[in-house]
Structure formats: C-alpha cells, structure tokens
C-alpha cells in the first residue's frame, strides 16, 4: 500500500517469494517502508518477509496477537523474530479500532477484537479497511466465515469498491451475506498458478459475480495493480 511518501508492505508470500516481492516494492519505488504487517503466523504470509526486511528495512513490524500456544514453531517464524531483533525494528500488536496513517489514506483494523479467541489460527487475521477520498478496500488476509459473521454482527462498516477476497478463494471465507455487505465493484484473488488446493473455489467466484464484482486473478493475469485518486479506481495487470 503506498500513498504520498508511505508504504505499508501487508504479506510476502513463501520465503521464495521474497525476492518477488523486493522486486514489486522496487517497481513501486518503494525503498523504505513505513510499516511491514504480517495479518497472521502462516508461512504463506510471513516467509517472504525476512528476505524484504534484510534488504529493505521497515520502520515498524505490526501482527495479530495470537495465543502463545498456537503459534508456529517452525523454523523459519523464530528467523522472521530474529531479522526483526536484530535490526531493531519495533514490533506491536494491532486489533480492531487501531488506525494508521498512509500519507492521505487511512488503514483501520476490522478484526481481531482484543480479547477474543479463535480455534482456527486463521481467524486471528488482520483484517483491514483502507479508506481514500470516497473510496475504500478491504484486505481479508485468511480470515474465515466466523469472523465475517462476528463483523456483520457488530455492523461494522465493510463497504468497499476494492475486495482483497479471504483465504485466497477458500470455500471457507466469502459468505453471501458478507459480500453483500461489501458489495465490492472489484474482487483480487491472490492464488497460485496450478495450486494443488484448488483455488479459487468456484462456489466463491459464483458468489462474487453475482454481487457484480469483476475478478482478478494472479494465477491468470499475475500482479494485479490497484490506484485510486480517491474517485476513481483503475485496475491493471500484468498479463
């Protein structure tokens, strides 16, 4: 996310994305991040990061608060704790109501609500809305159905012409009611080529059509590319 002379790098992929990402971040111009957010401890969130912050230093490291019990003891997460100790970079929790800035734009955190606790490590993603002039855009990260249900609930503004769609088109995300709520004009899935969980799920990109929202897929069109001038909204890709 870049506004102005902030950027806020949200994921990295698998540690053999990292390079990937570096190269996104050079092509945006981005050379020091204001923040790096990891929306929960899977490797397919986290595991780029320890490449980019070794080339790349961010200001600050934001996560989700996630039960000590149920946190990864892989390998690879205790690197991402060491880059981060190592190059001092501060590293705090965020739920929901938190905000920060992105030069003009706003980052609000939907969920997780402090205090609650889930089962399913995916639903202690960060959840974001980032709001611009009149228009707004909604990263899901992996968060699951309950936690959709849990925003609706507690009617929490959702709208958003841009929808970055949960857990990368799972079956388990994306319930009609949500996306009603969102009513997104645009919806990125950001899925593997040939993956071998079959994502995106066609129930999920059934849903999404019939809310009127056109699909862009990174297993089909690779990076997608979203601007705003606080009105209007073009999309681009790269194939």
């Given at each position: 996310l870049t506004c102005g002379d902030d950027a806020i790098l949200?994921?990295?992929?698998?540690?053999?994305?990292?390079?990937?990402?570096?190269?996104?971040?050079?092509?945006?111009?981005?050379?020091?991040?204001?923040?790096?957010?990891?929306?929960?401890?899977h490797s397919d969130h986290y595991g780029g990061l320890r490449t980019v912050l070794e080339h790349v230093p961010?200001?600050?490291?934001?996560t989700s608060a996630v039960p000590e019990e149920q946190l990864p003891t892989a390998q690879s997460y205790g690197k991402l704790l060491d880059t981060l100790a190592a190059q001092a970079v501060p590293a705090s929790y965020l739920f929901a109501g938190d905000t920060l800035s992105l030069g003009g734009a706003t980052v609000t955190v939907l969920s997780p609500v402090k205090g609650t606790t889930w089962e399913n490590l995916n639903n202690y993603s960060l959840v974001l809305r980032v709001t611009y002039g009149n228009?707004?855009?909604?990263?899901?990260?992996?968060?699951?159905?309950?936690?959709e249900e849990a925003l609706l609930t507690?009617?929490?503004?959702l709208s958003a012409a841009v929808l970055v769609v949960g857990h990368h088109g799972?079956?388990?995300?994306?319930?009609a009611d949500f996306?009603?709520?969102?009513?997104?004009?645009?919806?990125?899935?950001?899925?593997?080529?040939?993956?071998?969980?079959?994502?995106?799920?066609?129930?999920?990109?059934?849903?999404?059509?019939e809310q009127g929202a056109a699909l862009y897929r990174t297993?089909?069109?690779?990076?997608?590319?979203?601007?705003?001038?606080g009105e209007q909204i073009p999309v681009t890709t790269a194939k």
């Open positions: 949200v994921d990295a992929g698998e540690y053999a994305a990292g390079g990937k990402v570096l190269a996104a971040l050079s092509r945006a111009g981005v050379s020091s991040p204001t923040a790096a957010i990891v929306t929960h401890p961010a200001a600050a490291f934001y228009t707004a855009f909604l990263l899901m990260g992996d968060a699951e159905t309950e936690v507690a009617k929490t503004e799972s079956a388990t995300s994306s319930s996306l009603k709520a969102v009513a997104p004009q645009y919806a990125i899935l950001s899925v593997g080529e040939d993956n071998s969980y079959n994502l995106p799920n066609t129930g999920v990109l059934t849903r999404l059509k297993d089909l069109q690779g990076p997608v590319t979203v601007a705003s001038d």
